[in-house]
């Protein structure tokens, strides 16, 4: 079930992104950053209006606009011009660069180019840290990319101690400002401190301002970067992140720092673990404020697993969210018939099995390397009553006239994708409120009756 | 030295002063670092060719260009809707090492047996022109093979800005135009060039030309048809809204067949109804010419009086303008006018030096005019000028709403006609249903002020 | 527009409960406590039987269930024996003891039966505070019923105290067990006690167990009420509270305590007004969490207010609810054009004009005393573009292919009544994602394209 | 003495022995401060006459009761809907001290004008025995000045329990009964009583009659209709579906009409069954009897096998039943014997003394079996027989779930047909739902299980 059936060669709305847009969502959540592509400027337009549609926030990304000739003799020059006018403009503390597919495809040397660049502005004491990534778009999604940078900045930044402290260390992936926010809540009732890479938490989305912020505000403060080598124990989420692309290892490997890897604490299971790996670390019981919404929450499993049990769900987007919201709709009795992803970690499948087991009546279809048609092309099958994702499968829950809950990123034909609460046991409240009614709507307004009562 | 802009882009900025005509510099390559609102020749491409409806558009290159660019517009077909799917060739690295034309080849080949296209355009992306696959040879033969025009286009995103991609579109849609059978085309027949049919304009635009007795062969490229493209070359008149996407082909078109071009603009009142004059004048026909004015008399008793209520509300209120082409600066600057509204602001991604000229001429005095702005720019001038309403699109709209500034989309993926007289009316209803919100005074802005 | 017009004889769909309704609620939201009806078996159960259809928790409501004989030689008897099964099998530190129409209309005299168990059960060291109310269903609406027992409690249980301490009393009504915890997680963050009268915030909303619970924890603490005397003001919500039924007078009138009268804190005004009020009372400015809050919210009405502006609404429920969210929507430039309630406190013409002033272009229809019939005849004409309210209003909005935001209670065509913010920043912001999103959802699904943004 | 029972109600609560036949207490009022799970007479009456779709149902009396009751039930109509709007004389103080016979008469004739009923029923509610209002007069002289039939229920709440109600309810009816024409009326015909077409099961019932010739006058009361009732005394026989709550129109009829009643029940395959058995038996048909067998065979090879994959999911798990008659609990302890569960407790608001008895006939020992019980009662049970599924209503539900514990809703506003051949399946099926959802393994029961 792993290959996909049949293998076609083109690619038809692709459930992916390129991995230079990753890397400038990480670097976005980096304090007083500026997230720069070395490229054509096409790629840094796209990508802000994108990420604009989801997050309605500014979304500044420079560029160093390679013309023609760039192409042909090198972008060294327009990237240092570039950098150059970054730093006048912005005074960053941190530019971070992604190369594009055109730049790793003429060759250029980007570590080599910084290299000079920071010789040319030597001495001058308002220079900002760069830190440059390699994002070529023809390999990886943009999930691939988004992990690169967090380690590429973990890379740069951190600073080897001789003391190791109590800080804890979460890695928390491409999750929402207001998932972010619930990590910030939740460490904020240890106490111990804790340093979130990256925290997009304020950067995606802020107040409505008197003075324009040339570089929004928040974001992981530099200075706890560089402090993360002393840390008790860094936590990352996610199962399916190449070793490559994983900052947690490097702080493990590069400074000792235990490494817990866990899932999206999506749903009961995964978040009881991250609250037991607290637990475990802090020496502390989860604060009762999480244990009565523990509580509430598996108390609404109850009053609603009517609602849901054996509805069959189609879940689409990137692995890891994929993985999470799995595990959950396993957990309350919804049937996942398919799980896809544009990635291809070749970690998916058995990430997914691992959730499922024990309380799936069949292991779901676990496809890598998806795009919509080929969903939609499954689905014709597998008699899907609901879809859970991201906005782009609108069409295919049109189409087959079933709910669409709406999740990840992008959203961009509803508001509020920024606010959605996926993680911890208020995120599952939340995602089994917005199932449940979805199903319940369709029931209710599918009826002849229309009737009052579920 | 004017705060807020880089030293590089000083002459890309102006005030317009009373008298002077001042020389604003543009048309260059975006400045590297100044965050511009460009795009590159890929977008250009992109948005020009979008519409055709019956072909298959194929992104060939690595996933990024084809995603980004999935479904993100608003033109409506009124038939087949080939053009709302994302098809790439989504090259890997080893395409990248080993070259993609296999791919190419092998996609078109599943493409076009799954979808039964009119035509095929296959997009070049940046990296396509380094690796070196030879699209023409790729889409010459598939052509052959499959008996539809398989159409290269030349996009590759770094040669240039989206005015190259205009050009590498026309010069694709060219290769149509002549062969079709023009069998049957009244003498009475225009091109319509230039219009995208957003939120359904170009059917009202269609309507209008044909209540004055005149027959559309082609549109061009809203609600496209290859069909009609290919015999667009028997109709006697190219009408050209002039955004400069399709006016390049109009151009070959003169030359190669002869067909003369005017250039018109459907936004606001005043250059609607030119644009039906200058058809029916172009005709000489009286009749033609006496329906136009009952056609134009009949729109503007429906709308007027309720753009008349519209501007009591926003007289007096100032406008901001941002857009692609500055050729729709113009018809803004004129329907901000007949508001009642002062534009303070107006600037384009990729105007000519005659454009900005023409902007300087009527625009008033202390009204900044921009080349190729960036967010910064865009920010301080909003503050600067104490800005009532930003037009512009889908990446000036955070920085309008930031600031808490009223906003009207004026971009391709809007969902209201803003073309045509009730273009005009729905225009005035958007700008009024952005300034009249009651959630601008809880801006801090508004409490500021209300403190001060 | 006053009066209803036509002004029917009958009452059809009702937009109100009873009376006694409103007295089992707000008792249910005291520590330890018993709601009893003095009256027939069968009003017991219909009110449980509709109080779990929002709550979807177990809500155990006694009754004197009087029969034939009692309705003639009175109800002292069966309610004695009542009060004592229930002490014996509850263990209840409070009962409190709402009448009905029955016994209202028998004039069985409450206090003075209430006297007799007491002199009854003198010694008794278990025996239950009981407290009377008076609720006869013919006269008023469930809110009347609401605020008349929280009174009823102050008037039993508060003493007479020397000093003001720096106690602040908020009584807020009947709001979601989800209001009344963000309500708690507020107080939480000043440096002074707060007393929530009265608290469902877990009575009628718990986690599962492992034991049942006899009487379901949570609730105002008693010893709290007790000391309501000496708190340094009284915060109440709600504009259309008769004075005689007002607790937060009661207090003043008896024992001096500064009196606060405010709105439901719905939407942008009411909320900073609360804020404002909290501020002025102890000293402190709005904890940060509450201004982030503030903020994003602010910033997404900029972000949203397009989708929303000029759609035409009817709100319906209970009158201080349809005011609070009469004010908000007049903020975010939906124009209410009908504001119907079935209440009759003469109080909520004057409110709602007073939230709408100087926001909306016109002054909407405003109705007391209406029923769904009338409210069905009205909206003919007004054209609305959406309903806010209870689940009652489905039928209605399935008559006019509406969207419905469902809010208050009931809500049991959804799961999750209990669990809806209507409050603060973030009820504001939860309320303008529904609203957006629901016209969003209707305009997507309307389109001939289905169109992928917004 | 048992634990969590009240002492006096101590008799009402046995735990069946082997061979042993013991008393029960029963049928008395509800002990105050109980906490019974039962409602009143109006509550009986409304619940059986509310399925009569084309008559008026008005409740004169304050609001509470009518917006209590109002579209609760899932008993749908295949025409007129009127029975699903709630309509009340909302009684004031005024006119609790003035009398409400005015009221209700203005009431009466506006809301005949405006629905156009085929005919009124009005129910009395507690206070209105009270205040004495003349509710036979009222209706008299409306049924009059409006020429249909008004019909008052004698429904005050406190005058007994929901059995009271049912017998109110039976003689509102009977007034009908015998006031239509009959003409036409085949011989092999029923009336269908006791049924209120919860989810549209009186449909299938009905079809199954019909399949084997058999002619239905009145549903009495699922999708009812006025004019069917009035006919009804055609019929050659009465089918009493037996909540207890028909029956006594049935009586009235057979002693009035001379039409004989059979006893049966439409819940779990065997009744089913035997419902169509015994009518085809009544009339001594035998073509009639080979349908029904046919019919009954039909139906068994469809959901036989379907209902074995559930039972080897749910075999061995134990119920709990808690329902309004004991009726329905017969018949329920024997669908969950089909699927191999063991019932461990049963208990009803309302049954009579022969019930119990019958109840301790089909029980295994050990078997809890309960009257008019409560919820700390019944929550005790559940620990005590670690229940795996409660079948009970909507005041149940919360009980099991707090403790988490499966739950089938077999109440009036469920919307899954649970009588009938399919509708033993679609029980197997929501019983299986509950059960086998995954969510009880993360309850504290079962937590605390898994940590011993």
Redesign the interface.
């Given at each position: 079930m792993k290959t996909k059936m049949p293998n076609?060669?083109?690619?038809?709305?692709?459930c992916?992104?390129?991995k230079?847009?990753g890397a400038t969502l990480a670097f976005r959540g980096i304090e007083c950053s500026v997230p720069?592509l070395h490229?054509?400027?096409?790629?840094?337009?796209?990508?802000?209006?994108?990420i604009?549609?989801h997050f309605?926030?500014?979304?500044?990304?420079?560029?160093?606009?390679?013309?023609?000739k760039?192409?042909i003799f090198g972008g060294g020059p327009?990237?240092k011009?570039?950098?150059?006018?970054?730093t006048?403009?912005?005074h960053p503390k941190l530019i971070g660069i992604a190369s594009?597919?055109?730049t790793e495809?003429?060759g250029d040397d980007l570590p080599m180019l910084l290299h000079e660049y920071r010789e040319m502005t030597k001495g001058n004491q308002d220079a900002p840290i760069l830190v440059p990534v390699s994002t070529?778009?023809?390999?990886g999604?943009h999930m691939e990319g988004f992990h690169a940078a967090v380690r590429a900045v973990v890379g740069a930044l951190t600073e080897v101690s001789a003391e190791r402290t109590n800080n804890i260390a979460i890695i928390p992936g491409f999750l929402s400002p207001e998932d972010i926010r619930h990590i910030k809540d939740i460490s904020s009732r240890y106490n111990v401190p804790f340093t979130i890479l990256p925290d997009i938490s304020d950067t995606l989305?802020?107040?409505?301002?008197?003075?324009?912020e040339?570089i929004p505000h928040g974001g992981t403060e530099i200075p706890s970067i560089k402090k993360l080598g002393s840390a008790a124990a860094a936590i990352e989420f996610g199962w399916t992140i190449d070793n490559i692309d994983s900052a947690g290892l490097l702080l493990k490997e590069k400074f000792g720092v235990p490494h817990r890897r866990l899932g999206l604490p999506i749903g009961?299971r995964e978040t009881d673990v991250f609250f037991q790996t607290l637990q475990d670390l802090t020496g502390l019981d989860t604060p009762a404020v999480y244990e009565?919404q523990?509580?509430?929450f598996?108390?609404?499993?109850?009053?609603?697993?009517?609602?849901v049990?054996?509805k069959r769900a189609i879940v689409y987007g990137e692995e890891d969210l994929v993985v999470g919201l799995t595990s959950f709709l396993?957990?309350?009795?919804v049937r996942p018939v398919l799980c896809a992803s544009g990635g291809k970690s070749g970690r998916f499948e058995h990430a997914v099995k691992s959730v499922c087991e024990g309380?799936v009546p069949e292991i779901p279809q676990i496809h890598e390397g998806m795009d919509f048609?080929e969903i939609e092309k499954l689905a014709e099958d597998l008699e899907p009553d609901i879809l859970i994702g991201h906005?782009?499968g609108?069409?295919l829950a049109?189409k087959r006239n079933i709910p669409i809950v709406r999740v990840g990123f992008p959203i961009?034909?509803?508001?509020?994708g920024q606010?959605i609460l996926h993680i911890g046991y208020q995120g599952a409240?939340n995602l089994f409120?917005c199932i449940?009614?979805a199903l319940?709507?369709k029931?209710?307004?599918d009826?002849e009756?229309?009737?009052?009562?579920? | 030295m004017q705060k807020n802009v880089l030293e590089e882009r000083q002459n890309q900025v102006i005030r317009k002063e009373e008298g002077a005509n001042l020389k604003i510099s543009c048309d260059k390559e975006s400045t590297a670092g100044a965050v511009s609102q460009r795009a590159c020749v890929f977008c250009g491409s992109r948005v020009v060719l979008y519409p055709i409806a019956d072909a298959l558009h194929l992104v060939h290159g690595p996933i990024g260009c084809a995603v980004y660019t999935w479904d993100i517009r608003g033109a409506l077909s009124s038939g087949p809707e080939l053009h709302r799917l994302s098809f790439s060739t989504d090259l890997q690295e080893r395409d990248v090492i080993f070259g993609g034309e296999k791919k190419l080849a092998a996609a078109l080949d599943e493409l076009i047996d799954r979808h039964k296209p009119k035509a095929a355009f296959v997009y070049s992306t940046c990296i396509v022109g380094i690796i070196g696959d030879d699209l023409e040879a790729v889409c010459k033969k598939v052509s052959e093979e499959k008996k539809i025009p398989v159409l290269p286009v030349k996009s590759e995103g770094f040669k240039g800005n989206k005015r190259e991609g205009y050009r590498a579109a026309c010069n694709a849609m060219f290769r149509l135009v002549g062969t079709g059978d023009t069998t049957g085309i009244p003498e009475k027949s225009i091109n319509i060039l230039g219009d995208f049919n957003l939120a359904g304009e170009i059917w009202m635009i269609r309507e209008m030309y044909e209540k004055i007795g005149v027959h559309i062969v082609a549109n061009i490229t809203g609600d496209g048809r290859v069909e009609h493209i290919k015999r667009a070359h028997g109709a006697s008149l190219n009408v050209v809204q002039c955004s400069g996407a399709t006016m390049g082909l109009a151009d070959m078109m003169k030359k190669e067949y002869g067909i003369p071009a005017i250039r018109v603009s459907y936004f606001g009142i005043e250059d609607m109804a030119e644009s039906i004059y200058a058809v029916a004048d172009y005709f000489k026909d009286d009749e033609m010419m006496r329906k136009a004015r009952q056609v134009v008399k009949g729109e503007l008793s429906i709308i007027y009086p309720k753009i008349q209520e519209y501007r009591k509300a926003l007289s007096g209120k100032k406008a901001a303008i941002y857009v692609g082409g500055a050729f729709k600066a113009f018809s803004l600057v004129k329907a901000f006018r007949l508001l009642g509204m002062d534009v303070v602001m107006v600037g384009s991604q990729t105007g000519t030096e005659s454009e900005y000229r023409e902007l300087q001429e009527i625009t008033d005095p202390g009204t900044i005019i921009v080349d190729d702005s960036n967010p910064l720019e865009l920010s301080s001038f909003l503050q600067e000028k104490n800005v009532d309403i930003f037009v512009g699109g889908v990446k000036e709209r955070p920085i309008a709403y930031k600031l808490g500034v009223a906003f009207c989309d004026h971009n391709h993926e809007r969902k209201e006609a803003l073309a045509g007289f009730i273009g005009m009316l729905n225009f005035a209803r958007e700008v009024y249903s952005s300034v009249m919100s009651p959630v601008w005074r809880f801006m801090p802005r508004s409490e500021a002020h209300n403190e001060d």
């Open positions: 076609y060669v083109s690619t038809t709305n692709a992916k992104l390129c230079p847009m720069f490229g054509s400027q096409g790629c840094a337009t796209y990508m802000r209006r994108y604009i549609s309605n926030e500014p979304m500044d990304i420079a560029s160093s606009s390679l013309g023609e760039h192409a327009n990237l011009q570039g950098l150059k006018n970054v006048e403009k912005f594009t597919c055109l495809t003429i070529p778009s023809y390999s999604t989305d802020g107040p409505a301002l008197l003075e324009y040339k009961l009565n523990r509580g509430r598996i108390d609404s499993l109850a009053d609603g697993h009517k609602y049990f054996g396993a957990e309350i009795g309380l048609y906005s782009k609108y069409h049109r961009h034909d509803r508001i509020g606010r409240q409120d449940a009614n319940l709507e029931k209710q307004n009826s009756t229309g009737y009052s009562y579920m | -």
